[in-house]
């Protein structure tokens, strides 16, 4: 049983800056890795960027030089810190992670939070 709560976004001006967070919690033997997505209206989802449980990230194009992907192990918490928002980064953001829950620390699970709003207008 593992639950992973966004917070942090909100409305924002063009240029403007959010920084999301996600929390985990429940039955975690580890996070290997933790992940952002995002679906706009009317597209599919996709994948913004990834962190390992060792620091490694990866961006997708769009936001590459506007977005960074942090965690926090110790609280079990991954960061997304947006600046220079366009319109188009305007979706709704899932954070995803890769566990291990205390009862099985030899398998992976995926889980997904509810999401949260990230509206970027004038």
């Known amino acids: 049983q593992v639950q992973l709560v966004e917070s942090g976004g909100g409305l924002v001006q063009p240029g403007g800056s959010l920084r999301l967070s996600c929390a985990a919690s429940?039955?975690?033997?580890?996070?290997?890795?933790m992940d952002w997505f995002r679906q706009a209206p009317g597209k599919q989802r996709e994948l913004v960027a990834t962190?390992?449980?060792?620091?490694?990230?990866n961006y997708a194009d769009a936001v590459k030089g506007r977005f960074t992907i942090s965690r926090d192990n110790a609280k079990n918490t991954v960061y997304l810190q947006m600046n220079s928002l366009k319109p188009e980064d305007t979706a709704v953001y899932y954070c995803?992670?890769?566990?291990?829950?205390?009862?099985?620390?030899?398998?992976?699970?995926?889980?997904w939070g509810q999401g949260t709003q990230v509206t970027v207008s004038s």
């Open positions: 962190i390992t449980r060792a620091g490694n990230t």
């Open positions: 429940g039955s975690i033997f580890s996070i290997e890795a």
């Open positions: 995803h992670a890769e566990i291990r829950t205390t009862t099985m620390a030899t398998s992976l699970f995926s889980s």
